[in-house]
């Protein structure tokens, strides 16, 4: 009798733990990850100053940190209010997102930043796209000019940073921007814009990538000769690693610009890297990266979340440009990012984590900043993720 009782005993334990190995169907996991997402973001509003946006949580404490218009992250939360009105038609939603876009105004003049692309397409383009707000019109084509002023002829390339001591530095990040001059080229008409951009993605293909397809962080360049001085990384372990989110950057730059110009050569450029980032020995099981992949504790290294997140995001996008075979790997690979970012390790509960989505992202590691915390690009590549899927499936 007591071999029957324990036979059944472990039938039933196998069979839970059988059941709990069940993966949560994609679209349901997508619905319960978009809704909570909702109800932390109206908490967060209410949270927030009503005129600074939210940046990030101090690593002792957990205070919430804010940050103005002026930083290079201002677009991410109202871009991520415009998305989560997109998935719930939620009104509440579409006026939070329009009081923080409205912060953002000034910075259409900005011309000390190459992040008006972040800062303006994604808060100000966001609003157009989805609510069709026509007065959002003329502040994106103001800031477009803005950025266009960093152009210089002679390199080739928009400059990035205006601090330090290099001369001409172009981050590979700057990729990141080109999406929006595609925009104000298809909105004005004005060649300058598509030209620019095409500029800037051959110099960064040319100087920025290594032959296995991993990308440095910084390029200097000679204003003069146009020539690169040197290669390096700021945010990066050294300056020959591959720096986790700077290849994420790189590589949704040139999914981009593919979908942009059509180019082919940038569509290799994009399955070449995701390749090199897919296959690295360093590439944990669960698909979000090392905050570097050459930093030199793996497998203790931090993870970064944000990395993983924009991977994810342009893994959806460009698994519509390959074909079958290849459009199933990457979408694999993506999927696999959004369950582990879903998962209990990374994915914040109502309440929690300064109301941000995310946990477990790196800012600038070398100079001790924003290591292992919630970033607002994290959450913002994390719900675009999201809703890539729903449209790629519609
Ligand atoms: N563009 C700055 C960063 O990725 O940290």
């Known amino acids: 009798m007591i071999s029957k009782y324990l036979y059944y005993f472990i039938a039933t334990l196998v069979l839970t733990a059988s059941c709990n190995n069940i993966q949560q169907p994609l679209p349901e996991l997508i619905d319960e990850q978009l809704t909570m997402a909702s109800e932390q973001y109206k908490e967060m509003h209410a949270a927030v100053p009503a005129d600074l946006m939210p940046r990030s949580t101090d ?12 930083w290079w992250c201002s677009g991410f939360f109202p871009g991520s209010l415009w998305y ?32 008006l692309g972040f800062m303006i397409n994604d808060s100000y383009g966001q609003g157009l796209r989805i609510a069709g707000i026509q007065s959002y019109r003329p502040v994106l084509v103001n800031g477009a000019y803005s950025l266009l002023t960093r152009f210089n002829e002679v390199v080739g390339c928009i400059r990035s940073w205006d601090h330090g001591d290099w001369e001409f530095p172009v981050i ?24 620019v951009s ?31 001085i040197t ?33 082919e ?77 879903s998962s209990e390790k990374y994915r914040a509960q109502p309440g929690e984590n300064g109301n941000f989505l995310l946990k477990h992202s790196v800012g600038h590691l070398p100079n001790n900043s924003e290591v292992d915390v919630p970033l607002t690009y994290a959450d913002y590549f ?13």
């Open 382 to 394: 994390f719900i675009e993720s999201l809703m890539r899927l729903i449209k790629l499936n519609s």
């Open 231 to 263: 290669r390096q990384t700021v945010q990066g372990f050294a300056d020959e690693s591959a720096w986790a989110r700077g290849q994420s950057w790189g590589f949704y730059g040139f999914v981009t610009m593919y979908r942009d110009t059509k180019d």
């Open 59 to 70: 690593p002792e404490t957990g205070e919430l940190i804010t940050s103005g218009t002026g």
């Open 198 to 228: 095409v500029s800037h993605t051959e110099k960064t293909m040319e100087n920025h990538y290594r032959d296995d397809f991993s990308s440095y962080h910084l390029v200097d360049y000679d204003t003069i000769s146009g020539e690169v």
């Open 172 to 195: 590979v990040d700057n990729m990141m921007n080109l999406e929006y001059l595609m925009w104000a080229f298809r909105e004005t008409g004005d060649s300058s814009f598509y030209d």
């Open 265 to 341: 050569r940038y569509l290799e450029q994009a399955v070449n890297i995701a390749d090199f980032l897919l296959s690295h020995p360093n590439m944990p099981d669960d698909g979000v990266p090392y905050w570097d992949f050459n930093a030199p504790d793996i497998p203790d290294a931090r993870r970064d979340a944000s990395a993983g997140a924009i991977l994810a995001s342009g893994l959806i996008e460009l698994s519509r440009y390959v074909d079958a075979a290849d459009s199933e790997k990457y979408l694999a690979f993506a999927e696999k990012i959004i369950r582990t970012l």
């Open 84 to 115: 989560l009105y997109e998935y719930t038609g939620d009104d509440e939603l579409k006026q939070m997102a329009m009081e923080r876009t409205a912060l953002i105004e000034k910075e259409q003049y900005n011309t000390g930043t190459h992040d």
